[in-house]
């Protein structure tokens, strides 16, 4: 989730040193889309999805994510 988290700071908020760079994170977001393992939480893969990546920020931002919200709410 820690990675996740990066790279969608990396899009929202812009690079910075020693984190991913903006190509690296939306193909990691890309990739991270569609992985199930990855990321469990339906609502937080739909953001993904659909590249609502300030959503997903902050979803992830607010906890409900980590808590596992099982897509209800």
Known sequence: MKL???YLET???G???GGP????SLAGLDSLATDKEK???PK?????ERRSYGKAYEYIRS???EHGS???G
Do not use: E, M, S, W
């Not at 760079?21 to 690296?24: E, N, R, Y």
């Not at 937080?44 to 993904?48: A, C, D, G, K, N």
């Open 11 to 13: 899009v929202v908020n």
């Open 39 to 41: 990321v469990p939480d």
């Open 70 to 72: 099982c897509g209800k």
């Open 63 to 65: 906890g409900v994510a």
């Open 4 to 6: 996740l988290q990066d």
């Open 44 to 48: 937080l893969r739909h953001y993904l």
């Open 21 to 24: 760079g903006l190509g690296d």
């Open 15 to 17: 690079a910075t040193p």
